[in-house]
C-alpha cells in the first residue's frame, strides 16, 4: 500500500495555478484593451454614427429625401453612444485580445502546431473586415432601398397622404437604424469565418472534402435556415446571404481539400503514408 507524498501533489497542482495565473493575466489585459477601445469610441461616437448612415443617406438622397433620423425617447441618444462604443470598441480591442490568447495558447503547442495554427489566428479578423465592409458598402444600401421602397409619393414628390390624414413617409429611430445595421454586419462578419472554421477543422482531421461535398444538400438547407433567422424577412437580402455563404461553403471545400493534399504530401515525404493507405482513406 502505497501513500500520495504531499509534496507530489503540491508540484502537480502547482502548473495548474500557473496556467490559472497566466489565463486571468490574459483576460485583464483583454478586458482593460476592451475598456480603452470603448472609451475613444465614446468620445467619436456622433462622427461613427454619421459613418454608418451612409447607405440610408444614400438611398434618402436618391429619393430626393433629407437624410434625418430622431430620438424617440430621452435616453436613446445615450444608448445609441452605448452601443457604438461597444461594437467599436471591441473591434479595435480584437487584435490585442487575438494576441493574449495567442500568448496564451502557444506555449502549449509544438512548432508545427503553431505554424498551422497561426495564419488562421490571421485569417479570423481578416475575414470578419471583409465580411463586415461586404455587409456595409453592399448589402446595407440594397435593404434599404428595398425598404424605403414602399414609401408612396404623389406627382410633385411629396408624400401621398391617405384620407385618414396620416402620411407615408420615412422617419427612423437612431436607434432602431443603428441595431439593423449592426445585425448585418455582426451577421455577414460571422458567416465570412465559415472558411476559417472548417480549413481549421480539415488541419486537424476532424472533417474531410469528401465529406462537406456529401451533405452539401443539407448544408444548403441549413443556410438557407440560417438566412432567414439573421436577416430581415426581405428576399434581397436573404438571397445575397445565401448565395455569399455557400459560395464559402464551396470554397471551404476547396480549401480543406487542399489541406488534405499537403497533408498527404507530407506523411509521404516522411515514410508514414502509401499510396495503398491514402486510397483506402478515401474510400
Known amino acids: 500500500m502505497t501513500t500520495d507524498d504531499p509534496d507530489d501533489i503540491n508540484d502537480s497542482t502547482a502548473p495548474l495555478i ?21 472609451v475613444i469610441c465614446f468620445g467619436f461616437a456622433t462622427p461613427i454614427f454619421n459613418f454608418l ?7 434618402l438622397a436618391e429619393g430626393g429625401q433629407d437624410c434625418a433620423l430622431i430620438f424617440i425617447s430621452p435616453q436613446e441618444g445615450f444608448f445609441v453612444a452605448i452601443k457604438i462604443s461597444l461594437l467599436g470598441g471591441f473591434m479595435l480591442a480584437f487584435p490585442y485580445i487575438g494576441l493574449q490568447m495567442w500568448r496564451f495558447v502557444a506555449p502549449g503547442l509544438y512548432r508545427s502546431e503553431k505554424g498551422a495554427f497561426l495564419p488562421f489566428l490571421i485569417a479570423s479578423p481578416f475575414m470578419f473586415a471583409l465580411g463586415a465592409a461586404f455587409a456595409f458598402y453592399v448589402v446595407t444600401p440594397l435593404a434599404y432601398d428595398f425598404f424605403l421602397g414602399f414609401q408612396q409619393f404623389g406627382e410633385d414628390g411629396a408624400a401621398v397622404t391617405r384620407q385618414d390624414g396620416l402620411s407615408v413617409v420615412f422617419q427612423g429611430s437612431a436607434q432602431e437604424y443603428l441595431n439593423l445595421t449592426i445585425k448585418f454586419i455582426v451577421a455577414f462578419g460571422l458567416c465570412f469565418q465559415l472558411p476559417v472554421l472548417l480549413t481549421l477543422m480539415g488541419q486537424a482531421g476532424l472533417v474531410s472534402a469528401e465529406g462537406l461535398g456529401t451533405v452539401r444538400k443539407y448544408a444548403v438547407v441549413g443556410i438557407l435556415v440560417l438566412a432567414a433567422l439573421v436577416t430581415p424577412p426581405d428576399v434581397i437580402t436573404q438571397v445575397i446571404l445565401f448565395v455569399v455563404v455557400y459560395g464559402l461553403y464551396e470554397v471551404s471545400i476547396l480549401l480543406v481539400r487542399r489541406v488534405e493534399r499537403r497533408r498527404d504530401e507530407r506523411l509521404r515525404a516522411e515514410g508514414l503514408l502509401d499510396d495503398d493507405e ?5 474510400t
Open 18 to 38: 500557473e496556467h490559472l495565473t497566466e489565463l486571468r493575466t490574459r483576460l485583464i489585459h483583454s478586458v482593460v484593451a476592451f475598456i480603452i477601445g470603448m
Open 53 to 59: 448612415t451612409a447607405p440610408l443617406c444614400q438611398v
Open 278 to 282: 491514402e486510397a483506402a482513406d478515401r
